[in-house]
């Protein structure tokens, strides 16, 4: 089974764009997060989706916002990029979401903003 | 590679030692724990995961370990390998329900040959 892809691998923008980074989870998983990890604040939660519905959300401004399409592929867009936007993002999907089924992580997006 | 992280504290060990990685949580109210292991350049990998009403579990060369008395996990890795150098993060789920994770802040494995 493969496993979770997401697109692109890097990315270079400049401040005051904005960017959209791509996921696909394992197949048959229907619920998919997003995580921010930097050297300084370490993996930090961005959002959940499942079934299209985002069902939890971190502390991240608006400027962060996902979706999630019919197939499970989901899409987070970052509008007005900061530096302090430059990190990698990570999406993980899971089964349901819940206790039995944890995260399994793609390789992430690294973007780097200037 | 791409650094994890800069300031990371470091476990260096011999190949074929044991290894012990020890996490604080934060939150008494979590209920489901998770390892997970970080090679450079790549997502963290799955290791092994452990429920509250659990004291202990066992996985293929790993053991988590927890102590909800002092809101403490402990990851044991048994006859360490080169293979198992990585940043080692344990997470705890904040939110019942849903998969809402907050991970600590890692600990790089050193193993020498």
């Known amino acids: 089974k493969a496993g979770v892809t997401q697109t692109p691998r890097y990315l270079i923008k400049t401040r005051g764009q904005q960017v959209t980074l791509s996921c696909s989870p394992i197949s048959g998983h229907r619920s998919v997060s997003w995580y921010q990890q930097t050297p300084g604040q370490g993996l930090q939660f961005l959002f959940e989706?499942?079934?299209?519905?985002?069902?939890n959300k971190g502390n991240f401004p608006g400027r962060f916002s996902g979706r999630q399409f019919s197939n499970s592929r989901s899409e987070m867009n970052v509008s007005t990029l900061e530096l302090g936007d430059s990190a990698l993002y990570l999406c993980?999907?899971?089964?349901?979401?819940?206790?039995?089924?944890?995260?399994?992580f793609g390789n992430g997006t690294r973007l780097t903003v200037t | 590679g791409e650094s994890v992280g800069l300031h990371l504290p470091t476990l260096s060990v011999q190949e074929g030692d044991n290894s012990i990685i020890n996490c604080a949580y934060s939150?008494?109210?979590?209920?489901?724990f998770i390892w997970y292991k970080q090679e450079s350049g790549k997502g963290p990998q799955f290791i092994i995961d452990?429920?509250?009403?659990?004291d202990k579990r066992q996985g293929q060369r790993v053991t988590v370990l927890l102590n909800k008395t002092v809101k403490h996990l402990s990851l044991q890795i048994a006859a360490t390998q080169p293979g198992d150098s990585a940043v080692y993060f344990c997470?705890?789920?904040?939110?019942?329900?849903?998969?809402?994770?907050?991970f600590g802040t890692g600990t790089r494995l050193l193993v020498s040959p």
């Open positions: 939150n008494s109210a979590s209920d489901y």
């Open positions: 993980a999907s899971s089964v349901e979401g819940g206790f039995n089924s944890p995260l399994h």
């Open positions: 452990i429920r509250s009403n659990m």
């Open positions: 989706y499942f079934s299209e519905t985002q069902r």
């Open positions: 997470a705890e789920n904040w939110d019942t329900g849903f998969q809402k994770l907050v």
